[in-house]
């Protein structure tokens, strides 16, 4: 079956530092990947939806200079947090959707498993 | 506006049946899905509903009405390992997820 990978899967890091999350579709090519945050206990928030080769689209309250997205390939979508602070210590979690036959729908999103950021 | 609503938590027996309820509001509608979230992890995927009516698979069965706008999920036969978050999500027109908040499953034995 579809797979989606994310790397690292924990991060610790000083205030003030960059951590980039990377996301990978290992058997399937992703045209839209999608970046979730999600804090104990509360649901999934959409942070960002990108498609490969363009501009990502940015949840309303979610700063794009922060949050820096890049859909270089359509297998590997990045996520860098910028100058990170302990209010962005969460979960995140990306999905990729694709574009083969395969899968129940073409429209399906399958979640990488997700990646624990932890600043301090 | 676009909307899903599920209930929050709800708890059954080990061996029992339990459904899960799911209603939604959106602009357009490209299917229902069904994911399961374990704490701590990220969410995987359990079942799409296009069509009315109801897709089995093995202890899960999924439910679709699109007149109402409403969708369960049936957990048959539960195991311990069935506690998690189940979160319900429509695809509007633009084919974007709208995620419901999940509801929490206990099992006990």
Wanted: charged content about 15%.
């Amino acid at each position: 079956g579809a797979v989606v990978s994310q790397h690292p899967s924990w991060v610790i890091c000083k205030s003030g530092t960059s951590v980039k999350i990377e996301c990978r579709s290992l058997d399937f090519q992703a045209t839209t990947m999608f970046w979730y945050r999600q804090f104990p206990k509360q649901s999934l928030m959409l942070m960002a939806t990108s498609n490969e080769g363009s501009k990502a689209t940015y949840e309303q309250g979610v700063e794009k200079d922060k949050f820096l997205i890049n859909h270089a390939s359509l297998t590997l979508s990045t996520l860098t947090v910028t100058s990170a602070h302990p209010e962005d210590s969460s979960f995140y979690i990306c999905s990729a959707r694709g574009s083969l036959t395969f899968m129940p729908t073409q429209e399906t999103q399958y979640f990488g498993p997700g990646t624990r950021l932890l600043v301090l | 506006g676009q909307n899903i609503d599920q209930p929050t938590e709800m708890t059954a027996t080990e061996g029992a049946i339990v459904q899960i309820n799911c209603t939604y509001q959106t602009s357009g509608f490209n299917g229902l899905f069904w994911y399961q979230q374990h704490a701590g992890e990220a969410p995987t995927f359990l079942s799409y509903n296009v069509l009315d009516g109801l897709e089995e698979k093995g202890r899960f069965s999924s439910f679709l009405s699109r007149s109402k706008g409403y969708s369960y999920l049936l957990l048959k036969e539960l195991q311990m390992k069935d506690s998690a978050s189940y979160l319900c999500a429509a695809m509007d027109s633009n084919y974007q997820l709208i995620w419901g908040a999940g509801t929490k499953l206990i099992i006990k034995p």
